[in-house]
Nanobody
Framework: QVQLVESGGGVVQAGGSLRLSCTTSGRTFSSAAMGWLRQAPGKEREFVAAIHWSGAYTYYTDSVKGRFTISRDNAKNTAYLQMNNLKPEDTAIYFC?????????????WGQGTQVTVSP
């Protein structure tokens, strides 16, 4: 069974940065695409970013392009989301996912989430 544990969330002022981490266990991480989803209060879960198992291809929703960077370290079974120039509208619970369907909120697995709060 796949287990995903997110960390790195917190409270930051607008314009600040956070780095989220996602550690996985339970399957061969290096052969799986990984992604990040988020869910803001009162809104549906949405796609944020995804990365091919090789790390060669990345995908982002338009609102985070140029500000967020997804990466992975297969040797550590860990995926990352570097978030720069954060905005209040980025406030949400961020979920790590395995085998995401790019540009959708669908995935085979996801974690419990980590809260990101951006103050004005």
């Amino acid at each position: 069974q796949v287990q995903l544990v997110e960390s790195g969330g917190g409270v930051v002022q607008a314009g600040g940065s956070l780095r989220l981490s996602c550690t996985t266990s339970g399957r061969t991480f290096s052969s799986a695409a990984m992604g990040w989803l988020r869910q803001a209060p009162g809104k549906e879960r949405e796609f944020v970013a995804a990365i091919h198992w090789s790390g060669a291809y990345t995908y982002y929703t338009d609102s985070v392009k140029g500000r967020f960077t997804i990466s992975r370290d297969n040797a550590k079974n860990t995926a990352y989301l570097q978030m720069n120039n954060l905005k209040p509208e980025d406030t949400a619970i961020y979920f790590c996912s395995v085998d995401p369907v790019v540009y959708t909120a669908q995935a085979a697995y996801w974690g419990q989430g980590t809260q990101v709060t951006v103050s004005p």
